[in-house]
C-alpha cells in the first residue's frame, strides 16, 4: 500500500500505526493473499491476509463494546445489554461504520473477489473492521482500541440516550416470534439452502418461510439471506419477513416496527 494511501486511511480512523504491516495485513482479504501465492508457484510461503486479526478484532470488539454498556446503562438487566451489544456487533452495523470510513476503497482483494464486488459486501467490510480494530489494538494497545470503538462503533449509544434509552431492535427473530404469536400464526420455518465456502471461510444462505394463516405447510413470504454464519443469515431473513408484515398492516393491525 502506497503511502499516501495509509496516511489517507490513518486520518479517517483517527490513529497513526507505529508498524504499518499491521494495518496492511487488516486489509489483506484472503483471495489476494491466496491469489499472490498461486503466481509465486510451488513451495511458496504462505502469504499473511486478515482472518486472523479478524478473530482477535472480534474477541476485542465484544470486550470493549460489553464494558461500555455496563457502565453506560448500569439499570439495564442482562437482557437489555446483551440486544444492544448484538446491534453494535452486528454484520448490518459493522458495515455501515466500514462504508462510513469508507474501507472498502483500501481494502486488498483478489481479481475474482474485486470482479464479484467484494469492496461492498457487507460481510467483507465487517471482518475488515474487526480486523482494523485487532491491528490498532496491538499496534497502540487496549486504550487505543478503545478510543476507536468509542469514537467509530458506540456512537449509536449517544442517540439513545438522547431518546430515552430506547432499544433498537436487533434479535429479528426473537422479535418475529413475538409478533407471530401476538397474532396467533404459525412460527416461521429456517431452512439452510445452501453453504458454500472453505470450512474456515463458508457462507451461508438461509430461508425464513411464514407459513399461510389458514394453512399448515402452504408459503405466504420467504425471506433469504446469506451471511457468514447460520445465525446472522437467519437474523437478516427474519427481517424481511418482518418488514413484509410490517407492509400488510391489514394483517397484523396496530402493530409498529
Not at 51 to 64: H, I, K, N, P
Not at 111 to 124: F, I
Not at 141 to 169: C, I, N, W, Y
Not at 185 to 209: C, D
Amino acid at each position: 500500500m502506497k503511502t499516501r494511501d495509509i496516511a489517507a486511511l490513518e486520518a479517517a480512523l483517527g490513529y497513526r500505526f507505529q508498524r504499518s504491516e499491521l494495518i496492511e495485513q487488516a486489509l489483506t482479504h484472503s483471495s489476494q493473499a491466496r491469489e499472490r501465492e498461486s503466481q509465486q508457484g510451488a513451495g511458496a510461503a504462505r502469504l499473511g491476509d486478515n482472518e486472523q486479526l479478524e478473530f482477535l478484532g472480534d474477541a476485542v470488539l465484544a470486550l470493549l463494546s460489553s464494558e461500555a454498556l455496563y457502565r453506560r446503562f448500569p439499570h439495564f438487566h442482562e437482557g437489555q445489554l446483551s440486544k444492544l451489544r448484538a446491534h453494535l456487533v452486528s454484520e448490518k452495523h459493522l458495515a455501515q461504520v466500514a462504508q462510513t470510513l469508507e474501507l472498502g476503497n483500501f481494502l486488498r482483494l483478489g481479481r475474482g473477489e474485486e470482479k464479484s464486488g467484494g469492496r461492498a459486501k457487507n460481510a467483507l467490510l465487517a471482518d475488515a473492521l474487526e480486523a482494523v480494530l485487532a491491528a490498532i489494538y496491538l499496534d497502540g494497545g487496549l486504550e487505543a482500541a478503545r478510543e476507536f470503538v468509542q469514537r467509530q462503533v458506540l456512537h449509536p449509544l449517544d442517540t439513545m440516550e438522547g431518546a430515552g434509552s430506547k432499544l433498537p431492535v436487533t434479535d429479528f427473530k426473537s422479535t418475529l416470534q413475538e409478533t407471530l404469536q401476538a397474532a396467533g400464526r404459525r412460527q416461521p420455518l429456517y431452512v439452510l439452502v445452501k453453504q458454500e465456502g472453505p470450512e474456515h471461510k463458508k457462507t451461508f444462505t438461509v430461508e425464513a418461510r411464514l407459513i399461510e394463516t389458514d394453512s399448515a405447510t402452504r408459503v405466504a413470504f420467504v425471506g433469504r439471506a446469506e451471511g457468514t454464519t447460520k445465525k446472522r443469515a437467519e437474523q437478516e431473513a427474519a427481517r424481511q419477513v418482518l418488514d413484509h408484515l410490517a407492509s400488510l398492516t391489514t394483517v397484523i393491525p396496530g402493530e409498529d416496527h
